[in-house]
């Protein structure tokens, strides 16, 4: 069974790279999959004036940072 990809998603960072979405696959084996070892943030950015503007990036980071040590990564 063939899923579609929506309109939107014609790119995903993947592998510290931005590449076509249909390339950023990951194995079945995957231990996140498998077990639910994973952590996930989001940083909102701004493109205004030429210039990129992220809001609380340190606040994040340090978010992300200690997510991943709770989840042991």
Not at 22 to 30: D, G, H, L, N
Request: charged share 25%; net charge positive; aromatic share 16%.
């Amino acid at each position: 069974m063939e899923v579609k990809q929506m309109e939107f998603m014609k790119y995903a960072y993947f592998k510290i790279e931005i590449t076509e979405f249909e390339k950023a696959t990951v194995s079945i084996a995957t231990h996140s999959l498998q077990y639910g070892t994973t952590c996930f943030g989001g940083v909102r950015g701004y493109y205004r004036n030429g210039k990129v503007s992220i809001f609380r990036l340190e606040d994040h980071y340090i978010r992300l940072i200690n997510a991943s040590k709770n989840a042991w990564i």
